[in-house]
C-alpha cells in the first residue's frame, strides 16, 4: 500500500477524552469543535497554512488575547481528517495512504490550504500522491471505497471519476501490471513491512491470477459506485461474459436468495456481510438485472432463474420480473428440471409457478420462430452437417425439458387439466421424435387425478401420437388400465403396423440374398470371375436364408396371435371381460355381454361411446382398420 510522510517534528499532541491538546507549552487561544470532538490549538500555525481559518479567526478575533471558538462541522472526513491537517499545520509527522488520502485532500481543498497560504501546502501534497494512490490497482479500490465518505466533494474534485477510470483501464489488461488484488480482504501488511523509497511505498511483487481476478474485490463497492466502475469497464471493450460473472458475483454477496436453491430453504449461507432490508434488496435486485449485459448465453439459466425467483419473494417490479422471464426464455434449451421448479407466489393453488414456466415456454418459442424466419434453410443444413446428425437441436431440448417437467408437476393433485393440456400442446409435434415422456405424464397426471371423467382422459390422450411410441412404452400402454380402451387398440394397431413393417422388410433380405445365391446373380462381373465364389455366397445365403426363415416364422406367430386376439374383439364371440383380462384391464371395468346392443348395456354415456368406437373396428386380412 502506497505510503506518504509528512512532517519532522515529534508528536506534539495528546488526547484527553474527545479533545485534543497541543503540549507546545503555550496555552491555546483558539478552540475548534467538530462534532463531538474539540481542538485545543494556537492561531499562527492554522491561518498560516489555511486560508479559510485565516478569514474566519480575523473574524473572530478582538485583539484582547483571550481565546476564541470556531466549529467546523461540514469539514469533510470530520474530526480525523482535521487531526491530520492540525498536525501538518505545526509541522507534526504524519502519514497518508490510500485510506486517509481522499478525506484529506477533500477537507484541504474546503480550508483552502493551497500554496498561496504557504508554500508545498497540503493541496499540491495530497494531489500528487493521489497520482500515486491510482498506479495501483489495490490503493485505487481502498480510495474509490473512501469516496463514499465524502462523495459530494469528492465528486466536485474529480477525484471519483479518476479512480474508477483507474480500475476500468487496469481490470481490462494484464493484473500483474498493477500490483496484487486484494483477494478477500484477508491479508494486510502494515506499512513498515512495505519496500519504501523516499517516504512512497514501490509496488510488492506481483502474480498473475485468472480473468475473475478483480470480481472479489469490486462487491466491497457501494451499489451506485460498483454500477459506474460496471459501465467503466464495459465502455473499455471488456466482454460480455466476463461483466455477466462479476454482475453475479456482486449479486450473491448482497442477494442471499440467490445461493440457495429453492426458495423454500433457510440455510445459512456463511456470509459476514450484514442482510440488507427487503427494500434495499429490491432495488438492488433491480439495478443488477439492468446491468447483465442481454445477450444470449453470457448468464446461466441456472442463475437468471434463481434471480426471477427471488424477484418474486421480493416482488419486484413487473417489468424486471417480465425482463427476467425473456432472459430465460431466450436460452431455456440450457435449463434443467430443477431449474423450472418455481415455487409459487401467488395465491393459487399448484405447489410450484406453471404460469410463469407457460410465459417462459412462450418467449422461447417466439424466439425460435424469429430465428428460423431470419435464418436461411441451407445455412441451418449445414450447421446440422457440422455439429452432427445426432445432436439435439434446442427445440427438441426443450420439448424434453417441459415433459420432465409435466411428470413432475403432474403429482399435484391441484394442477388443472386445461394448464396440463396448454403446456403440452405448446410444444410442436415435430420437436418430439418419441412421445414417451409426454406418455409418462400423462400417465402420472391420470394416476394422480383418478376422478377425471371419460371424455377428458380421452380429450388428454389426445396430445399423445400412438405411432410416435417406443416398443417399450408401446408394450406398457397395451396393459395400461388408467388409459382408454379406444387408445389401448390404437396402440395394438400400430404395433400391428411395425410387425407387417419388419416382417416386409425380413422378406426383402430374403429376397436378395436368394438372388445373390444364383450364379448370374452377380450382375456386372465376367462369367470366369464369378466362379471362384459361387460355392462361397451359396453356403452364406444357405446360413441367411434359415435365420431370416426362422425370424420371419416367430414375427408371424405374434402376429397371427394378435389379429386373433382383436378377431375376437371384434366379433364378440367371448365375453369383453375375458378380453379386458387378457389384456390386463381391471375385472370391474368394461364388462358387458357378448351379445348386448349399445341400447341394453347398462353402464354410464361413456360405456356407449366405447361400444360405438368397437363398431368402427374393421378387420381386414393382414391388417387393421380402425375407422
Request: aromatic content about 8%; overall charge negative.
Amino acid at each position: 500500500m502506497a505510503l506518504l510522510r509528512l512532517g519532522s517534528k515529534p508528536e506534539a499532541f495528546h488526547r484527553e477524552g474527545h479533545s485534543w491538546i497541543c503540549t507546545s507549552g503555550l496555552s491555546s487561544d483558539v478552540d475548534i469543535y467538530i462534532g463531538e470532538t474539540s481542538f485545543h490549538l494556537h492561531k499562527f500555525p492554522l491561518l498560516s497554512r489555511s486560508g479559510m481559518l485565516r478569514k474566519l479567526i480575523e473574524e473572530c478575533c478582538t485583539g484582547d488575547g483571550a481565546s476564541f471558538s470556531l466549529r467546523l462541522d461540514d469539514l469533510p472526513g470530520g474530526a480525523k481528517a482535521f487531526e491530520l491537517i492540525s498536525k501538518f499545520c505545526y509541522g507534526v509527522k504524519i502519514e497518508l495512504t490510500a485510506h486517509n488520502i481522499v478525506s484529506v485532500r477533500c477537507a484541504a481543498e474546503y480550508l483552502e490550504m493551497t500554496d498561496d497560504n504557504g508554500d508545498e501546502n497540503l493541496v499540491l501534497q495530497t494531489e500528487s500522491f493521489l497520482e500515486v494512490v491510482l498506479g495501483t490497482w489495490v490503493d485505487s479500490i481502498r480510495a474509490l471505497e473512501a469516496c463514499e465518505e465524502v462523495m459530494p466533494y469528492a465528486e466536485d474534485l474529480h477525484i471519483v471519476l479518476r479512480c474508477i477510470d483507474s480500475l476500468a483501464m487496469k481490470a481490462c489488461e494484464d493484473p500483474s501490471l498493477y500490483g496484487w488484488p486484494l483477494a478477500g480482504r484477508e491479508s494486510k501488511q502494515s506499512p513498515e513491512n512495505n519496500g519504501l523509497w523516499n517516504g512512497i511505498s514501490t509496488p510488492t511483487k506481483t502474480k498473475t491470477t485468472g480473468d475473475n481476478w478483480w470480481f472479489e474485490d469490486v462487491t466491497f463497492l457501494s451499489l451506485p459506485i460498483y454500477k459506474r466502475l460496471i459501465l467503466a469497464i464495459e465502455s473499455r471493450g471488456m466482454g460480455p461474459e466476463s461483466i455477466a460473472a462479476s454482475v453475479a458475483h456482486y449479486a450473491r454477496r448482497y442477494l442471499p436468495l440467490v445461493n440457495r436453491q429453492s426458495s423454500f430453504d433457510d440455510a445459512n449461507q456463511g456470509t459476514n456481510i450484514s442482510k440488507p432490508s427487503e427494500a434495499d434488496q429490491r432495488v438492488l435486485l433491480e439495478e443488477i438485472v439492468g446491468l447483465i449485459p442481454n445477450k444470449k448465453g453470457v448468464t446461466s439459466s441456472k442463475f437468471l432463474i434463481r434471480l426471477l425467483r427471488t424477484a418474486m419473494v421480493l416482488h419486484a417490479s413487473p417489468s424486471c420480473r417480465e425482463n427476467l422471464e425473456k432472459r430465460v426464455g431466450a436460452q431455456l434449451d440450457q435449463a434443467s428440471l430443477v431449474d423450472l421448479l418455481i415455487p409459487n407466489m401467488s395465491y393459487s393453488e399448484t405447489l410450484y409457478d406453471i404460469n410463469c414456466v407457460q410465459r417462459i415456454l412462450d418467449h422461447f418459442l417466439l424466439v425460435e420462430q424469429a430465428s428460423a424466419i431470419a435464418t436461411p434453410a441451407n445455412i441451418v443444413e449445414e450447421e446440422q452437417l457440422m455439429n452432427g446428425s445426432d445432436s439435439l437441436g434446442p427445440m427438441t431440448m426443450v420439448a424434453r425439458l417441459i415433459d420432465e417437467f409435466l411428470a413432475e408437476v403432474a403429482q399435484d393433485v391441484n394442477f388443472k387439466l386445461p394448464k396440463f393440456e396448454a403446456l403440452a400442446a405448446s410444444i410442436p409435434d415435430y420437436a418430439r421424435p418419441l412421445d414417451d415422456g409426454l406418455y409418462h405424464a400423462i400417465d402420472i397426471y391420470l394416476k394422480a387425478h383418478p376422478w377425471i371423467t371419460d371424455g377428458e382422459r380421452e380429450q388428454l390422450c389426445r396430445l399423445m401420437n400412438c405411432e410416435k411410441l417406443s416398443i417399450e412404452a408401446s408394450t406398457h400402454a397395451a396393459q395400461n388400465e388408467r388409459l382408454p380402451l379406444r387408445v389401448i387398440v390404437q396402440v395394438l394397431f400400430f404395433e400391428q403396423l411395425r410387425l407387417r413393417t419388419s416382417i416386409s422388410g425380413w422378406f426383402f433380405v430374403s429376397d436378395n440374398l436368394e438372388n445373390s445365391a444364383k450364379p448370374n446373380g452377380n450382375l456386372g462381373l465376367k462369367e470366369d470371375e464369378s466362379r471362384p465364389t459361387i460355392g462361397s455366397v451359396e453356403h452364406h445365403a444357405s446360413n441367411g436364408e434359415d435365420d431370416v426363415k426362422y425370424r420371419v416364422s416367430e414375427l408371424e406367430k405374434d402376429c397371427s396371435s394378435m389379429k386373433e386376439e382383436i378377431r375376437k374383439l371384434v366379433k364378440a364371440k367371448r365375453s369383453w371381460k375375458n378380453f379386458t383380462r387378457r389384456l390386463g384391464f381391471n375385472k370391474s371395468q368394461f364388462c358387458c355381454s357378448k351379445r348386448s346392443k349399445p341400447s341394453d348395456l347398462r353402464a354410464t354415456p361413456s360405456s356407449v361411446n366405447r361400444q360405438q368406437n368397437y363398431e368402427n373396428i374393421e378387420v381386414v386380412p393382414g391388417t387393421l382398420k380402425v375407422n
